[in-house]
Every structure is written in structure tokens, then in C-alpha cells.
């Protein structure tokens, strides 16, 4: 258990991604079979076995420690998992965990082969047996409370550098592999054939574009390509095989238990790619909602019945990639799109419409076309070459996105937090904020890149030199209406948000500009901001 | 009559207060007679009358505040009985820092022994806490909570050890209070094998040669200062310094620096995240959660008064035990720094 205790720490404790990718490699190399495969299935949750629940774990230590120095204890750590685990009282003298402590592998078996009802006995016993650390990490394991911040594909992209293999390959298989992984492993130390995906209805690796640069136009004939809006949701592979449906993102992960509406839809036998949407309700056909309409049904484990009949989910179809038997990926895009329409023509007409081509002969064209979409979730244009197989990952030349021009607001800088990594000792992560009042600002958002390393520098002397406050790693910037650091800040989108004292929420937020001379008297105010949201809404 | 312990020591704004004898432990402001146990800012300050306090924690004193201080000072060996007015004070080894030493006030056969901050655990860098039975203990309550079990330190220099050897091209930088906690580090990492120079802040050097004048051996110590050496020449370096420089163009110097800090606090994750350290190391000069509770049973007192920090659960536990506790109100005291 210790060595998984120490991963989730530093993993925690590591702010950089190449870090956290490396911390990774290293305990697959380190730590045998079966033992790296449950840790890699309980950061990457997909771990099943019995929960133990916070009411049963408090329960367990209120036989342990004082019910008022346990009330103490966790009003100062403010976690549960991490209060029992420090103050579980040990047997004994040593600080050091005994010697038949557990190992992350017989917890997992042990717990599995288990009934719900044992959980809290078999979680005592261990507690008895381990070190903070050790008890850390169980704790966590077995109330299922890792917010480690790792994505799967930091995951799937540190078992690919891990074996020296394409991450692709990783994200095709995944569905169809099972914790430990010992076949996984295998294959990947070199030992072992690549594991066939047995899986009904597995993830295909998705294809990607680069963004264009106005030069590039000089160096493509219009005549090579085509163009259809790129809508801004959620990109997704809706497929289907032997009745298994599955919804996934464009990085593998399954998303099909928070969409059940769409996913019911797909009933038939292939694989399209696309773009989940949500609709309003109402009317004939599909009307497209905003992007606030989406957030309603992102990040869900469940749906309500009045998400689902209040914001239904739907997919515009992009691709086609399986028809049948049939695999069309190495097929060029002017062949794949008719077999698309065709296909599409015969599914539910409220949950699958294909997205629609734009006709254009010059640059220019596509040029106005951009500039007036016709939907406010519309982010911009797709170039795509007619001649294009579907290719996994980014392939060069291909597709490009060209996207709308950002939103721009002139905001005032509030707070600054110092940076980790090579950014130790500057102030580096901005908070800005627009006026609601005069005299008022409310802060809006955050951003930490945008900017050169010679314009950090400048940012940085400002912070120090107008600090009012601070707390911890933050200092509150001198800000008001004669004095103050304005930002030009450009962002992709913008919507309402109840967590935020704004009430709005940006997309992407970035410095595109340090506004030296403009006086914070005459940023933006608060109004702005929400109508932007009016106009995408 | 028996005489009351709070006849002979009672809680001021200026910190403890004994009448009988006039004088005070660890004011936290200028008085006429201050007696000090230990060196760090919150208990020793500048601009008293008369100090009495050991000859290590004069020194100390003098080195941060200069040797006109305080109008006067005495030395107090340790274990020699001091008469004031009609009090007699005895200085003890607290464990805590070099010069630390708990104070026992004495008057008619009544024993209140002062504290100050303590740890039992053995120190290469100062003399060992002995427990000193008495009627009344004033002990701190720093990490009075069942969460503070301090690990080995030895254990967690080793994970620093292991953080280095993994990141050869970061500079690690190490928070560390710069009486105390810095010279144990730094001795607990000689004592782990490692003998490359290890890099300090200008704030730690007098200190530093100060443990060495008194036979803590503690290798060989550079400046960390970019005079004497290109950015890259601290990679895989090891650097120590007050905590407060790592947000400071100070840290600017090294090559993606990673942020740690040696602290009790280090055992709450919050705490750690809060500070963005990134590699948190568990070492406390202070008495774990453990700690306090086998000493309050070592010494045996009729009754413990609990001062700075989380009183509460301290008193509590007394409560649970049979014994006799009170929280004693004394204001400026919380050692953020260790």
C-alpha cells in the first residue's frame, strides 16, 4: 500500500504535467503485476468494488478516538478520509507500519470478492495494520474520493511513453481491458502480443486538425476542399455493435451513462463521429441550444428526468468511420460523406442530423461565411481535403480549423498568485475583474498565459510594487479607478454561471494585451459581459 | 496556608507574570526583568531590562538583536537553583532548539514548571527534554491534535534524498526556520550520508556558524547567491532558506525550482497546497499529539496549564485522563514557522 500512498502523493503535490507523466512511468517500472494495474485502475476510476460510506467510516472511528477530539481534529483538517487516517490511533510504539500491512493488491481482491455489507470490518482491520500514508490511501480507495486531477489521457499518454507506443493505440484498447491489465503490461514491457480488444463497440482513435495560419491560405486550392460549421460541444463517437451502445469522447473516455437519451438512439450497427448538442424542446426537427443549454447535461454521473426532457441530447454527425462490416476509414472524405447522409437518413431524425456543407469557391467566401453564422454555438469554420482518409490523430495537412475571433474585454487586474515550476518567484496567475458599480470591481476570471516572458517580467514588478494584501501565495493588487493594470483579456465563449459572484463564466480566458495606457476608469463593465452572453444565447 | 499556583505565576498581557518575584517568562513586550527560554522571535525580544536565560540562547539573542539587547543579562546553567526575591528558578533542557530550556518557578514547596516550546524526541542539534516533575505543568499545545503523530525524520530526509535523485536538473528548495529548524536539516541530512555542499540564504549564516562554534557540525555550507555561480550550477542542488524568500525574487536564481518546506504543518495536505509546496517534509521541533500526552504522564503534574495553540483538545484529554487541565490565556505566541 505504501508505494501507491506515496504515488497519490506526489501525484497531488505535482503541479507539472511532465512530472506527473514521469511519476507515473516510473511506478509501472517499479511495481510488479497485479499491484500496478490497481493503481493504475483507481487513478484512472475504473475500479468496481464495494464502497465504503463516510457515515460507516465515522462510525468506525468514533470506537477509536473521543467524539469531541475527533470534532477538533476534522474542523482543523477539513477532510474526512485524511482526519481518520492521521488520527487512527496506532498499536505499539513504531511510527512505521506494522509488517503485515496490506498491499494494494490483496486490498482490492479481498474487497471484490467481498459482500458490501463486510466492507467496514475489512477496513478497520487494515487501518489497524497501516501507516498514515497507507491508511490515506485506502481511505480513498475505498470511499472512491480520488480527485487526483489527472485526466485519462495524461493517463493513457504516460502508458504509451511507458511502453514506447503510440497513444492511439492505448485509447482503442482501453474499453476493452480489465484491471489488473496483466496483458496490457505485458504488451507494453515487450513481453507480452498486443491484447486484441474483444470489447463490443470499441472506441476508434479520433482524427484531429490543425489551426490555420493566414498564410496557409495561399497554399491550398479552395478546389481541394470542403468546409461545414464547427459547432461548438462536444465532440464525440456514437458506435454500436452486437447491441452494445457507447457514447465517447474524442480521448476515449465513455460518457453513455450521463446521455441515456442519445444513447438508446443508437440503433444501428457502425460508428460516426460528430458532435453532441443539446436541443430545445419543441417544434418539429432539431433546434439547436446554446452552449449553456449543453453545460446543463455535462459533467454528470446521472440525468434527472427533467434534464432529459428539458435539454435532450442530440448528435450532428460529422464522419462516418464504421458502416456495418464494413470499416470506411481508409476511404477519402468525398466518399464518406455520402455514405454518411445515406446512413444518417435512416436514424431517429430528433436525436442524429448530419452536419451541413458549406458551398464556396474562394477563400474569401468561406471568409463571410464565417464572419455570419447562422448559430450563436457555431465557434467557427472546418477545411477539410476531399481527398482526406481518417486518419487517428493530427496528420498533417488534412483538416484545419478556422475559428471565430475571440471575444475581447479590457479587465482590471486584482490578484496575482506566484507560479510553480520555472515560474517560482513570479507572480504569474491573474485574477481580473470588470466594474458593476463605479468604484466596484467584481472579479471574472483568471488567466496565466497570453503573455511574453519579457511582458511576465513587467507584470510581475507591477504586482509587487502595488500589493495592498496578502494571503499565502496570493497578493491583492492595488486596483481602482485612477490606479490600476488593465488587460485586454480574449476568451472563446461566455456564459452564466451560479459559482461564480460575477454570475458569468468565460471559456479559455487569456491576456491577448497589456493595456499600459488605459486608464481602469475605462474597462469593461459588468453589463458588457452579460450582454455577450444575451448574444449567444 | 498552602500556597495557590496562581499566587506564583498568573497570565499578563505581557506575558507570565510572577509577583512574588517580579519578573517575567517570554514577554512579548519590553519589561524590566524577562526570564527566556528559548531564541525564537515570538518568545525573545529585544528591549528588556534584565535577561536571564541560558548562555546558548544569550548568544542567540545577541546575534539577532545585537549584543545591547537588553540592559543586562545573566547566564543560567542548566540544573543551577537561582534565588529571586524569595522564588528559586531552575533551568531544564526542552529539546526544542540549541539553548531551549524549560523554567521551574519554585516558592514554599510549590513547583510550576514553564515549558516554553519542547520536544522529546532526541536532537543531534540541541540537548534532550527531561521531564522535570512539578505541581503544576505549563506545556504548549502547538500540535495538540490527534492528527500531529511527526513521523521519523530521518524517514522523511530520505524522501528528500529520493525527490533529489529523481529531479537531477531542479534546484530543491527547502523552507526551513532559520534558528533550529535549518541547523537539524541540515544535520539530519549529513547524518543521512549526503556530503555535496548544501546552499543557504544569507538569513541562515550567522546561525549556522553559530552551531558549528558549539560543535554542531554541519559540512560544508555555500551562500546561494548567483555571484558566485551561473543558474545552472544549482541544478540538483540542495538549498536552504526562510520560507518567506521562496516568493521573492530570491527563488529566481534556480533552475526550476521544487518547493519544500520542513514543518509540522506539513502533515495536513491543505496546509501544504495552500503554501504550494511540492515536496512537504514532516519535521517539527515540537511535541507530536503522542509527545504531549506521554510527557504529561511523565511528569506526573497535579495540574497542566495549556498555552498556544489548539488548548482545547489538549484540555480535553486531560479531561478524559483524570487530570486536572485549564487553558491559559497568553496572547503572541503561534509558531507559523515551524
Known sequence: MNRFADLLDMLAFTPSRNAKLSLLQEYFRAVPDPERGYALAAIARDLDIPAVKPAQLRELISTRLDAELFGYSYDYVGDLAETIALAWPEQGTGHAGRNDAPGLAEVVETLRASSRRDGPKLVEDWLDRLDAPGRYALLKLVTGGFRMGLSGRLIKQALAAFGKVEVNEIEELWHGLTPPYLELFAWLEGGGEKPVNAAAAPFRPVMLSHAIDKGDFDKLDPQDFTAEWKWDGIRVQATSERGVNRLYTRTGDDISAAFPDLVDAIAFDGALDGELLVARPGGGGIETGSFSDLQQRLNRKTVTAKQLRDHPAFFRAYDILQDGAEDLRARPFHERRPRLEAFVAGLDPARFDCSQMLGFDTWDELAALRADPPFAVIEGVMIKREASPYVPGRPKGEWYKWKRDPFLIDAVLMYAQRGHGKRSGYYSDYTFGVWRDPGELVPVGKAYFGFTDEELLQIDKYVRENTIERFGPVRSVRAGLEKGLVFEVAFEGINRSTRHKSGVAMRFPRISRLRWDKPPAEADRLETLERMIDGVE | ?338
Open chain 2, 1 to 338: 496556608m498552602t500556597p495557590r499556583p496562581e499566587d506564583l505565576l498568573v497570565p499578563r498581557r505581557e506575558g507570565l507574570y510572577c509577583p512574588p518575584g517580579d519578573f517575567f517568562i517570554d514577554p512579548v513586550r519590553g519589561v524590566d526583568r524577562a526570564l527566556i527560554t528559548h531564541g525564537h522571535a515570538d518568545h525573545a525580544r529585544a528591549g528588556h531590562g534584565h535577561v536571564l536565560a541560558t548562555a546558548q540562547t544569550l548568544d542567540i539573542m545577541a546575534i539577532r538583536y545585537g549584543v545591547d539587547h537588553a540592559g543586562a543579562t545573566q547566564a543560567a546553567a542548566l540544573g543551577e537553583e537561582i534565588r529571586i526575591r524569595d522564588v528559586t528558578v531552575t533551568f531544564h533542557p526542552a529539546g526544542h532548539v540549541l539553548g531551549s530550556a524549560q523554567i521551574a518557578v519554585e516558592r514554599n514547596g510549590l513547583r510550576i514548571v514553564a515549558s516554553g516550546d519542547y520536544k522529546p524526541r532526541p536532537d543531534p542539534t540541541c540537548a534532550t527534554f527531561a521531564p522535570v516533575t512539578c505541581d503544576v505543568f505549563i506545556t504548549e499545545a502547538t500540535f495538540a491534535l490527534p492528527v500531529f503523530r511527526h513521523p521519523d525524520a530521518a524517514g522523511e530526509i530520505r524522501r528528500l534524498l529520493r525527490s533529489v535523485s529523481r529531479n537531477p536538473d531542479r534546484a530543491h528548495l527547502i523552507g526551513v526556520y532559520s534558528l533550529g529548524k535549518a541547523q537539524r536539516v541540515i544535520r539530519l541530512i549529513r547524518d543521512a550520508g549526503y556530503d555535496r555542499p548544501l546552499y543557504i540564504h544569507g538569513a541562515l549564516q550567522k546561525l549556522c556558524d553559530y552551531y558549528e562554534s558549539q560543535g554542531i557540525a554541519l559540512g560544508d555550507l555555500r551562500p546561494a547567491t548567483v555571484e558566485a555561480s551561473a543558474k545552472g550550477d544549482f541544478a540538483g542542488a540542495i538549498v536552504l532558506g526562510p520560507p518567506s524568500a521562496f516568493g521573492d525574487k530570491w527563488a529566481r536564481r534556480f533552475p526550476d525550482p521544487l518547493i519544500s518546506f520542513a514543518s509540522g504543518w506539513m502533515q495536513v495536505r491543505a496546509r501544504a497546497r495552500q503554501r504550494g509546496v511540492e515536496l512537504p517534509l514532516v519535521i517539527s521541533d515540537h511535541a507530536d499529539w503522542d509527545e504531549l500526552a506521554e510527557t504529561i504522564h511523565a511528569v506526573a503534574p497535579g495540574e497542566v496549564w495549556v498555552t498556544h495553540g489548539r488548548e482545547e483538545a489538549l484540555v480535553r484529554w486531560c479531561e478524559m485522563q483524570g487530570i486536572s487541565a485549564r487553558p491559559l490565556n497568553l496572547v503572541g505566541y503561534e509558531d507559523e514557522g515551524d
